[in-house]
């Protein structure tokens, strides 16, 4: 095969530094029982903070900087009512990725 054929065909099989940063981060997200639980939570039915803190008894500050986290990473989005911001998932690709890991955790 021809050399630069060859060459370029390598390129476009390389992730892009950009995207291993991104799903490298994802994964980390995933990696955390805390923020799998807040993910799971809010996988069912949107959520302010508070309403995170009380249902999985989490400090506010702990359920906020998560929050943060996951929002940087694009993984939930939110809503503004009054002074009140409720969270839910911002799209369903990793949703599906934390559903099936919780399926494979599940069946035996
Ligand atoms: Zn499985």
């Known amino acids: 095969m021809d050399e630069a054929l060859n060459n370029e065909k390598d390129q476009t099989e390389q ?3 950009e995207t291993l940063f991104i799903v490298s981060q994802t994964f ?3 990696g955390d ?3 799998i639980r807040i993910l799971h939570l809010l996988s069912h039915q949107e959520h302010s903070v508070n309403e995170i803190a009380e249902k999985l008894s989490l400090m506010q500050s702990t359920v906020s ?3 943060r986290f996951l929002k940087n990473l694009r993984l939930v989005k939110y809503r503004r009512e ?3 911001l409720y969270y839910s998932p911002d799209d369903d690709h990793v949703m599906n ?3 099936q890991t919780i399926h494979h955790a ?3």
Do not use: I, S, W
Request: hydrophobic share 30%; aromatic share 0%; net charge neutral.
């Open 15 to 17: 992730l892009d530094e």
């Open 28 to 30: 980390k997200a995933l």
């Open 33 to 35: 029982p805390t923020r």
């Open 65 to 67: 900087h998560q929050l």
């Open 82 to 84: 009054g002074t009140t």
């Open 97 to 99: 990725v934390l559903q």
């Open 106 to 108: 599940q069946h035996h």
